[in-house]
């Protein structure tokens, strides 16, 4: 019985696993993936620990351990590419004096193991992603390469969850220190909820108000060039008409906002006399109040803005009373970055979902309509895209994929690879398989490196009708709709060529099926249909008899149903639908 290599000078295995001894859907995928392209009987995602393993992704596995997940050392071959920090590749392990005497070969059945390392956020080898077969099994370089681009997707799946673990540790922390600080204890529970700047600078007016006393308050947030300050909103000048004008403060100005800007120390006036002595110009605005507190807003030594303070009455600041205006602004600084992070986040959300909710063209012999549903994910965006594009001549590509991951960059990535697609459709509209070959190859060449599933078709109009020519990679078969009810997948039986990613050399194939005034097409990605514990056939035939019962229904009205209908609205993962109906007869000769 073998265990871990654990010595004291060299490599040993980490004290705990990443994530608990439970399913997780993320890397069950990555091993229903591995198990259907190596077409091996197990794959998995496993995690070790001086502890034993944990399986948080498995395809094939007997019931026992699916049940519980979990597996001692001594049935781990893991533990070697997590020790060794490299891949452990074994044709038959009865043979190989690393493994031989391991207890997973008799009652297992594990005689022949690929797995590549899982790298965590520490650059840590924590895992493996791997492969298992129950006979001797010869592993070729295509299978290795498949495995070891699905283990580099775990290792940024794991990566992300440790960043935002990270996060969120810091997060509780900076809360805790918050709960530490005597009255701003009670208010800065205020700031928890403020997530805009506006939010931010009324939170700020308000505890300043209600904790300290104060009549007005403005919040200074430094621009994008670094050298103006503006402020948020111009409340604390009231209904003063020439108050615009001082909206924007230079750096250079010969203002108080401008100076505390500049040294990043705050000021402290206690009379309207001793602010007019160091700063003459503050006499022209509007609001000046009796007493002033300018503090500078600065989180991990970045400059995010000024926060200004007035009393109608004089103060005395005495140590303790700028200690707690301090905490305030470290309060404020940290609400303020976070809603600015929180904004930037939006914005680049914003921006790939547009760029991914492009208009559908409407030619006049087809009607289209299209939804997409994000997860349940703050980001709101995902890897994956529908689109269609009107080609010369008068055909109309359609397409819909799926990049690997739940995230921006995935996102970012999938941004990448459909405007590829989408281009090389137009400018060489020939056949599908060869638009899916060329971004296959400029995948690799381009070094975007992403593995995605995509399902690529053009629509011609023939002497008969119409005439739909596709070709997948990897991707869920369409379902066609006929237009007096019922549908069916167009799924073949050799299945689907590889995910783009994989062996750009590979040759691709195109499939026909014709088309009749009044079908409906239906393309879609995987979070539509694949659920845990639910074989995809199942599944697949739950998607076609949904369908087909809403084929009376326009392609808007569909795509909305159908989501309604498998995923309640509210997917587990990222959804994409396009749903294209043959309007009119041909008018091809």
């Excluded at 007019?276 to 609001?287: E, K, N, R, T």
């Excluded at 994910?377 to 991951?405: C, H, K, Q």
Aim: a negative charge; proline letters at 6%.
């Amino acid at each position: 019985m073998t265990t871990s290599p654990q010595i004291d000078d060299g490599p040993v295995l980490p004290a705990t696993t990443a994530l608990p001894a439970v399913a997780d859907e993320a890397f069950e995928r990555f091993s229903r993936l591995a198990q259907r392209h190596l077409g091996v009987p197990v794959a998995l995602v496993s995690l070790v620990s001086r502890d034993g393993q944990v399986i948080p992704g498995g395809a094939g596995l007997p019931a026992d351990l699916d049940a519980t997940r979990t597996a001692p050392l001594s049935h781990s071959f893991c533990q070697h590419v997590v020790a060794d920090r490299r891949p452990l590749v074994v044709a038959d392990a009865r043979l190989d004096p690393r493994v031989h005497d391991n207890a997973a070969i008799e009652d297992l059945g594990v005689i022949a193991y690929a797995g590549y390392p899982i790298v965590d956020e520490q650059d840590r080898v924590v895992g493996s992603m791997c492969a298992i077969d129950h006979v001797p099994h010869e592993w070729t370089p295509d299978e290795l390469a498949v495995l070891a681009d699905l283990a580099a997707a775990c290792s940024s799946e794991l990566r992300l969850r440790g960043e935002r673990e990270r996060a969120r540790r810091a997060q509780h922390q900076a809360t805790r220190s918050y709960r530490q600080s005597g009255l701003l204890l009670l208010l800065s529970d205020a700031f928890q909820d403020a997530l805009t700047v506006r939010d931010v600078a009324r939170t700020a007016a308000r505890v300043a108000a209600t904790g300290l006393g104060a009549s007005f308050t403005g919040l200074v947030a430094v621009e994008r060039d670094e050298r103006t300050l503006s402020y948020v909103s111009m409340e604390a000048f009231g209904e003063d008409r020439d108050a615009e004008q001082w909206r924007r403060v230079r750096l250079t100005d010969d203002r108080p906002i401008a100076h505390v800007a500049r040294t990043r120390q705050p000021l402290f006036y206690g009379s309207r006399e001793a602010i007019l002595a160091d700063f003459p110009l503050v006499g022209q605005m509007p609001y000046l109040g009796e007493s002033r507190a300018f503090l500078p807003l600065v989180s991990r030594n970045r400059l995010l803005g000024v926060l200004g303070i007035g009393w109608q009455a004089k103060r005395n600041f005495d140590d303790d009373n700028r200690t707690i205006k301090n905490a305030l602004a470290a309060y404020t600084a940290q609400a303020l970055e976070r809603a600015q992070l929180l904004e930037e986040r939006r914005d680049v959300a914003r921006t790939l979902q547009d760029a991914m909710l492009t208009a559908l063209p409407q030619p006049p012999h087809l009607r289209m309509a299209s939804l997409y549903l994000p997860a349940g994910r703050t980001d709101r965006v995902g890897g994956d895209w529908y689109d269609a594009v009107e080609l010369p001549g008068g055909s109309v590509a359609v397409m819909v994929g799926d990049v690997t991951g739940h995230d921006m960059d995935a996102a970012a990535r999938m941004g990448q690879l459909r405007s590829t697609l989408r281009a090389f459709a137009w400018d060489h509209p020939d056949l599908p398989s060869s638009w899916l070959s060329r971004l296959d190859r400029a995948n690799a060449g381009l070094g975007l490196d992403s593995i995605a599933t995509a399902l690529a078709g053009r629509i011609d109009a023939t002497p008969a009708g119409y005439r739909l020519q596709w070709s997948s990679a990897g991707h869920p078969p369409p379902v066609l709709i006929h237009r007096d009810g019922g549908a069916r997948s167009l799924g073949v039986r050799s299945g689907n060529d590889l995910l783009l990613g994989v062996d750009p050399s590979r040759p691709r194939r195109n499939h026909l099926q014709d088309l009749a005034p009044g079908d409906t097409l239906l393309l879609y990605t995987d979070g539509l249909v694949e659920r845990r514990g639910r074989q995809l056939q199942d599944s697949l035939e739950a998607l076609t008899l949904a369908a087909g019962n809403l084929a009376h229904l326009a392609p808007d009205e569909l795509v909305h149903a159908l989501a309604d209908d498998l995923v309640g609205g509210h997917p587990a993962d990222d959804v994409a639908l396009l749903a294209v109906q043959i309007r009119t007869p041909t008018t091809a000769p």
